[in-house]
T-cell receptor
Framework: DQQVKQNSPSLSVQEGRISILNCDYTNSMFDYFLWYKKYPAEGPTFLISISSIKDKNEDGRFTVFLNKSAKHLSLHIVPSQPGDSAVYFCAARRGQPGANSKLTFGKGITLSVRP | DTAVSQTPKYLVTQMGNDKSIKCEQNLGHDTMYWYKQDSKKFLKIMFSYNNKELIINETVPNRFSPKSPDKAHLNLHINSLELGDSAVYFC?????????????????FGPGTRLTVL
């Protein structure tokens, strides 16, 4: 069963515009959410995260919003740059990071930023 | 100065063979993981080790045997390879314990090993 869902497989935006990547989850026990970015032939790279006690976390051009009641989070990238073109994975976790901590990943969204 | 490295990057082999994938991290982390990304693109955890001790084992067939000779290495040995084992396998590492920020404890991934079983 897919506990983390990224229903849109791809997104294409113009350089300079906003990219909004969506993610839904079903497990209400998740209390920490992360976004990873992945280029071809590389491993995923941690991008930004948010605790379930917050509804927004911002880091430079990247902002993650969490709507717990809707079990929905989104990643906003503004302004989008061609170098942002990659696959973005949403992930969720129960509890603090550690060896017992499992990340549950979505399928990923392929973002293409057109120059 | 690679943080998490895996060898080989590509592995093509016949059904029934035994193969190993090696992983090394030079980040001083104490926890290492193996993930499998299947044809449907889901990344799923297989194992985690903390200080050479197995912590997570996610209903993986016992043909898969992780081995951690030390904190910096976590190798994956696969016996009697099957067609369904074809996937990209990612190694990752992290620090356990609390840090100055959540990102301090997040997982760093290797570049992946694409295994193709013919």
């Amino acid at each position: 069963d897919q506990q983390v869902k990224q229903n849109s497989p791809s997104l294409s935006v113009q350089e300079g515009r906003i990219s909004i990547l969506n993610c839904d989850y079903t497990n209400s026990m998740f209390d920490y959410f992360l976004w990873y970015k992945k280029y071809p032939a590389e491993g995923p790279t941690f991008l930004i995260s948010i605790s379930s006690i917050k509804d927004k976390n911002e880091d430079g051009r990247f902002t993650v919003f969490l709507n717990k009641s809707a079990k929905h989070l989104s990643l906003h990238i503004v302004p989008s740059q061609p170098g942002d073109s990659a696959v973005y994975f949403c992930a969720a976790r129960r509890g603090q990071p550690g060896a017992n901590s499992k990340l549950t990943f979505g399928k990923g969204i392929t973002l293409s930023v057109r120059p | 100065d690679t943080a998490v490295s895996q060898t080989p990057k590509y592995l093509v082999t016949q059904m029934g063979n035994d193969k190993s994938i090696k992983c090394e991290q030079n980040l001083g982390h104490d926890t290492m993981y193996w993930y499998k990304q299947d044809s449907k693109k889901f990344l799923k955890i297989m194992f985690s080790y903390n200080n050479k001790e197995l912590i997570i084992n996610e209903t993986v067939p016992n043909r898969f045997s992780p081995k951690s000779p030390d904190k910096a290495h976590l190798n994956l040995h696969i016996n009697s390879l099957e067609l369904g084992d074809s996937a990209v396998y990612f190694c990752a590492s992290s620090r356990s314990g609390s840090g100055p920020s959540f990102s301090y404890n997040e997982q760093f991934f290797g570049p992946g090993t694409r295994l193709t079983v013919l």
